[in-house]
């Protein structure tokens, strides 16, 4: 560790998905970290030495740099030497940024803001945000200088190192992938990058704010677009009758061409919203980048119009049946393959809505998931085994490819009652 932050404090605030990961990671090399979070509930069960979200082995670290005294979370701001901001960055209904969780962090710890102090912003934001940011915290304090203004003469130093995690794996990936760091100066850059060396084993990238920040919105908007050509495919094959997995399988034997699988939609909380960022700030311009969301967006509708016609189908085969008496089986709830993360996810939506049409008429199949959770249980949606879903079900919904599904049997199944993604 270098010797510069043997006795330094650090302060995360947001206490969620990166925050509490952050901040466990850098208690757990000797160094007191504040976690701060606007939950009471969430700082009671982290001061508790527990953790209030799913994520492998973070239990374990939180439980003992809690327990050893580096770990504490509060509800108020105190002072550090530096401030790491790990706060949503959602979208509101048109699709532009929603800045005021990122602001309110600003501001909340301006007042305890000390000449030398480095503050970092890691939560994925619009071009541009970092060095906004660095204008609250000078409204707030005027006596103190920024960067955005005094350039490298500044008392505060700045900083913009977005997140590239995956779920799941989040404290591997925190600690081995390389960090892109922008600096509003380049002292704002070496002073970030001297701070995350303090665990990180990647290589650290110095550049400035707003590439950092377009870097990570590019990262996203590209795997969006590739998931959207393979969305697409997926609606044109069906419609003439072709096998679109065997079709990529067969093109990615090209030795230059490599199409993902298609997917019920794009979830979780970065692809799905991070390209709407640079959509909102370049309506003109970003023509491929909005068109892929689009196309994503509809994939969800796409397949609940197609369990539909399934329906339709099973009831003009079986006259003698009604639509109250067929059951039908989602499999997959996660955003992704092989998770327990539902936030934002296609799969989920899709099964609340065939919920909603088909009442009492919906089970699921979900291997990364113990329990029903209340909104399963609220919709009269019960998680079954995949043999019994196969069993009982009339129609099968294959949303998410997790592991257990790759080698369903489906010999059974007239293959005019099932929906693949």
């Keep these: 560790m ?6 330094k404090v650090i302060s995360v605030i947001g206490l969620g998905y990166i925050g509490l990961p952050t901040a466990a990671v850098f208690a757990s090399k ?5 976690g701060l979070d606007i939950n009471e509930k969430t700082v009671s069960i982290i001061n508790k030495g527990k953790i209030h979200i799913q994520e492998p082995e973070l239990d374990i670290l939180v439980h003992s740099t809690v327990h050893e005294g580096y770990l504490r979370a509060t509800l108020q701001p105190e ?11 959602p979208f509101k209904d048109n699709f532009e940024p929603d800045l005021s969780y990122i602001e309110a962090a600003a501001r909340s710890i301006a007042p305890v803001l000390r000449k030398g102090n480095l503050v970092i912003l890691e939560s994925t934001s619009p071009i541009g945000t970092t060095e906004q940011m660095s ?18 003469a500044s008392d505060i130093r700045i900083a913009h190192c977005p997140e590239r995690v995956l779920p799941g794996h989040i404290l591997r990936e925190i600690i081995q992938n390389t ?35 377009m870097c990570k919105l590019i990262e996203n908007s590209y795997r969006d677009v590739n998931i959207a050509f393979a969305n697409e495919l997926s609606i044109i094959c069906d419609k003439h009758k072709i096998d679109v997995h065997e079709l990529i399988d067969l093109a990615n034997y090209h030795p230059r ?34 068109t892929a969301r689009e ?59 065939l919920a909603e049409k088909y009442p009492n008429q919906v089970i699921a199949v979900e291997p990364n998931i113990d329990e029903e959770t209340k909104i399963l249980s609220k919709k009269g949606i019960r998680l079954v085994t995949v043999d019994y879903a196969l069993k ?30």
């Design 2 to 7: 270098p010797e510069r932050y043997k006795d």
């Design 30 to 34: 000797r160094i007191k970290v504040i």
């Design 79 to 89: 002072p550090a030497d530096a401030f790491l901001i790990a706060v949503p960055t």
């Design 135 to 152: 204008e609250w915290l000078a409204q707030e304090r005027p006596d103190l200088s920024f960067p955005h203004h005094k350039g490298e």
């Design 179 to 213: 960090r892109i760091i922008g600096g509003i100066t380049y002292k704002c850059a070496e002073a970030a990058a001297a701070l995350y060396k303090v665990f990180v084993e990647g290589a650290c990238l110095l550049t400035d704010t707003r590439t950092a920040e």
């Design 257 to 290: 061409v490599n199409i993902l699988q298609p997917s019920c939609g794009v979830g979780g909380h970065c692809v799905a919203i991070d390209p709407w960022f640079i959509v909102h700030q370049n309506p003109k311009e970003a023509i491929l980048i909005k």
């Design 295 to 353: 196309v994503n967006n509809f994939k969800p509708i796409w397949i609940i119009n197609k369990v539909e016609e399934a329906v339709g189908r099973y009831l003009e085969a079986h006259r003698y049946k009604t639509i109250n008496e067929i059951k039908i089986a989602c499999f997959g709830l996660a955003f992704k393959p092989n998770i327990d993360d539902l936030r934002e996810s296609p799969a989920l939506q899709i099964t609340l809505h």
């Design 392 to 421: 009982a079900a009339e129609i099968i919904v294959i949303l998410v490819k997790h592991e257990e599904f790759l080698e369903l049997d489906l010999s059974e199944i007239d293959w005019n009652y099932i929906v693949i993604s």
